[in-house]
């Protein structure tokens, strides 16, 4: 009886477990099927991810209007805040799954404003990673969405 409480916890652990993709790689911007809405598009996006859930690491690269920008992020997928800095203060973070997809929600600091962000993480079927972003600012709402491949 302990046996098959154990095996079956343990097959639940690993369906579990199997949801969860691992987002690791260097990812780049597919323009063409991208989307930043009312933001100017950069010329060059691309994120380096290490992944080893519940640990992961985002590097950001981009290249745009106001030149060449980098940024690193560290995240917890289990839902422990996290503190990162950006050029603006201090974001902080909660990241976690739902089902197949890695949502993190953060609130930042844009001119003395409180500005909440939602990011959804979500790897398709065709290998693309697609990142949506929602932001609520005190000028309006808007979404972008940024679509890479390895």
Do not use: C
Not at 43 to 64: C, F, M, R, S, W
Not at 105 to 130: C, F, H, K
């Amino acid at each position: 009886m302990k046996r098959s409480v154990f095996l079956a916890l343990t097959t639940a652990w690993l369906v579990a477990a199997a949801d969860k993709p691992n987002l690791s790689g260097s990812w780049k911007m597919v323009a063409e099927k991208s989307d930043f809405g009312r933001m100017p598009a950069p010329t060059k996006y691309e994120q380096t991810i290490e992944h080893k859930d519940p640990n992961l690491k985002v590097t950001i690269a981009q290249t745009g209007q106001n030149g060449d920008r980098s940024n690193d992020f560290v995240y917890h997928t289990g839902g422990k805040e996290t503190t990162n800095d950006t050029r603006g203060g201090q974001t902080k973070s909660k990241a976690k799954w739902q089902a197949d997809a890695l949502v993190i929600n953060s609130t930042l600091t844009i001119r003395g404003n409180e500005v909440p962000v939602v990011e959804r993480y979500s790897l398709g079927a065709d290998g693309l990673l697609t990142l949506t972003r929602k932001l609520t600012t005190p000028s309006g709402d808007f979404e972008t969405r940024i679509v890479m491949s390895k």
